[in-house]
């Protein structure tokens, strides 16, 4: 078996504008840099919706499609992959799924521990919540798309991802919008 590990869509839009706007290296990647650049000149609403559309793209990096697309043509039912949400790990992802890889590598695995990996430690002592927009661990909760996306483009992501969502994300589906 494989363990396939996957990030709401709605996060994945929030997270991606600010990376790709602020901290994402773009050294190695001229796309990123070009994505900079347009979001650069666009209004926050507008970056949304472009980082929702350069996430969707079949050509988002050098022989990659975007992660949303990759989601969206993912098989759901491929009983070969065990799915299992970023957003359970918390600042323990090795705890989380050190059962699943010993079961699937029939044997123990020795993990890092897990103080050194949490948000606090890779944002420079910041708690989950405590925003930072130049860091590429900028906020560190897993619902910040609640007060950053528009409500226009979380309704979008929704349609196209609701079956995604509701199997995965039941809670995502219609939760509003807070000011």
């Given amino acids: 078996g494989f363990i396939h590990v996957i990030r709401s869509p709605l996060s994945i839009v929030a997270s991606a504008y600010y990376s790709h706007r602020y901290s994402h ?3 190695y990647s001229p796309k990123i840099l070009e994505q900079r650049n347009r979001l650069a000149g666009l209004p926050l ?3 949304f919706e472009a980082t929702f559309q350069y996430l969707e ?3 988002f990096g050098w022989k990659t499609i975007g992660p949303l697309l990759a989601l969206y043509e993912w098989n759901w039912n491929d009983p070969r992959f065990d799915v299992v949400r970023m957003e359970d790990f918390g ?3 090795g705890q989380s799924l050190a059962p699943r ?6 044997r123990r695995l020795s993990w890092p521990e897990p103080g050194l990996f949490c948000f606090s430690a890779l944002s420079s002592g910041r708690d989950r919540g405590e925003v930072s927009i130049h860091s590429h661990y900028r906020d560190g909760s897993s619902d910040s798309w609640k007060r950053d996306l528009p409500e226009a483009l979380v309704e979008k992501v929704r349609g196209k991802y609701g079956p995604m969502l509701a199997r995965y994300y039941p809670e995502l589906t219609s ?4 000011t």
Avoid at 101 to 106: A, P
Avoid at 175 to 178: C, N
């Fill in 175 to 178: 939760e509003v919008k807070e």
């Fill in 91 to 93: 600042d323990a992802i």
């Fill in 101 to 106: 890889l010993e079961e699937i590598l029939d």
């Fill in 25 to 27: 290296p773009t050294q």
């Fill in 45 to 47: 609403e507008e970056g």
């Fill in 57 to 59: 793209s079949p050509e």
